[in-house]
T-cell receptor, first 112, second 113 residues
């Protein structure tokens, strides 16, 4: 499968701070998705991106599809305690098949 | 309704047992997926079904056998598993044709003893 690298691996932030994380791949992707996963639960879809350069928001979350189509970024503004969890990027490559590969994840801890 | 339902939620099985995991969705999605997730790791793609046909098998051992009996159901048959197969097994579904906003179930926590 495809390798997607996320950074940072983990983050500890104060409540109210903004958060940025990114995801990079070695090959071009057609679609980038961002998910949040709580312990013992399935991933929950946050944002979907389909075009290079696309910038999409969902409440306090904003994500961008990189111009090179090999990266994506997620920002969370004014973090709150319930933002705690693991954030995964996921991407579909150029084969056109319904594959979906996940990044290595960013573990977010919000300190009240 | 963006619900994907997986049963059972937890499963403990011996290495000689045969068991099945079940997944159901009613969103009209024609692509369905099985993922395996070990602790503190990302989900790993196992199988993809598109229009009830197996389209991707990510070199998964034959002790895992997927089945898609109709467009709403996806099964994963398990036989002669090893303790290292213990993991969270996730099912997902999406539309086809490049629109892969995949929605996940809550997973089945499998323990092989």
């Amino acid at each position: 499968g495809q390798q997607l690298n996320q950074s940072p691996q983990s983050m500890f932030i104060q409540e109210g701070e903004d958060v940025s994380m990114n995801c990079t791949s070695s090959s071009i992707f057609n679609t980038w998705l961002w998910y949040k996963q709580d312990p013992g639960e399935g991933p929950v879809l946050l944002i979907a991106l389909y075009k290079a350069g696309e910038l999409t928001s969902n409440g306090r979350l904003t994500a961008q599809f990189g111009i090179t189509r090999k990266d994506s970024f997620l920002n969370i503004s004014a973090s709150i305690p319930s933002d705690v969890g693991i954030y995964f990027c996921a991407g579909q490559d150029q084969t056109g098949a319904n594959n979906l590969f996940f990044g290595t994840g960013t573990r977010l801890t919000v300190i009240p | 309704d963006t619900e994907v339902t997986q049963t059972p939620k937890h499963l403990v099985m011996g290495m000689t047992n045969k068991k099945s995991l079940k997944c159901e969705q009613h969103m009209g999605h024609r692509a369905m997926y099985w993922y395996k997730q070990k602790a503190k790791k990302p989900p790993e793609l196992m199988f993809v079904y598109s229009y009830e046909k197996l389209s991707i098998n990510e070199s998964v051992p034959s002790r895992f056998s997927p089945e898609c009996p109709n467009s709403s159901l996806l099964n994963l048959h398990l036989h002669a598993l090893q303790p290292e197969d213990s993991a969270l097994y996730l099912c997902a579904s999406s539309r086809t044709g490049g629109l892969v906003e995949a929605f996940f179930g809550q997973g089945t926590r499998l323990t092989v003893v």
